[in-house]
């Protein structure tokens, strides 16, 4: 089956300072990619996605890494503000109609 | 904001209870999925369906059962809850296309006691 992991469970950073989130996965054949922002009692919030043929994708504030030698992801929000603070999910589909998601990243910004 | 709605949000029931978790959305999306998500932990897919009058189960095993009568409707239901059950049972659609966002519904928790 799939894996999808994250290096760190937990993320503390001050708030202004740049936060970086990293996922590996292990489907080479996985070409699409999606994180997810997901608040206390709230659903799964789209961020960004990225597509296999592109290695780096920017949005307002966040920046998505792909690294398909390693097979690996990373999240980059920059200007880190306490807003941001939740469990961020990466998710990976391999062509299929099914993603398959990390078990999250939990960031908490200090003000 | 993604338009896709979940009822009830909370949920506490008694063992052997019928229950029915309801999902709509009006972005006319032909997919749709259920997860259940446990504290700390990943997303399971547990249903989904690609369009009207068309169901599958997903990869992890589940008692419930689901329907999809109307493009914007997709409810699960549980015959008999059971402690077992208790968890967060997370909605989402998405476009008709090879690999499209999914878009979330806040969620449902529920309690069997």
């Known amino acids: 089956g799939e894996s999808v992991g994250l290096h760190l469970p937990t993320l503390s950073v001050q708030e202004g300072d740049n936060s970086i989130i990293n996922c590996a996965y292990s489907?080479?054949?996985?070409?699409?990619f999606i994180w997810y922002k997901q608040e206390s009692g709230k659903g799964p919030q789209f961020i960004i996605d990225i597509r296999s043929n592109m290695d780096k994708r920017q949005g307002q504030r966040v920046t998505v890494l792909l690294n398909k030698t390693v097979k690996h992801l990373s999240l980059q929000i920059a200007a880190t503000q306490p807003g941001d603070s939740a469990v961020y999910f990466c998710a990976e589909n391999g062509g299929g109609n099914q993603f398959y998601f990390g078990t999250g990243t939990s960031l908490t910004v200090i003000p | 904001e993604a338009d896709i709605y979940q009822t009830p949000r909370y949920l506490v029931i008694g063992t052997g209870k019928k229950i029915t978790l309801e999902c709509s959305q009006t972005?006319?999306?032909?997919?749709m999925y259920w997860y259940q998500q446990d504290p700390g932990m990943e997303l399971h897919l547990i249903h989904y369906?690609?369009?009207?009058?068309?169901?599958e189960k997903g990869d992890l095993s589940s008692e419930s059962t689901v329907s999809r009568i109307r493009t914007e409707h997709f409810p699960l239901t549980l015959e008999s809850a059971r402690p077992s059950h208790t968890s967060q049972y997370l909605c989402?659609?998405?476009?008709?296309?090879?690999?499209?966002?999914?878009?979330f519904g806040p969620g449902t928790r529920l309690l069997v006691l």
């Open positions: 369906s690609y369009g009207v009058n068309s169901t």
């Open positions: 972005m006319g999306h032909d997919k």
């Open positions: 489907n080479s054949a996985s070409d699409y």
């Open positions: 989402a659609s998405s476009e008709n296309e090879r690999q499209e966002t999914q878009y």
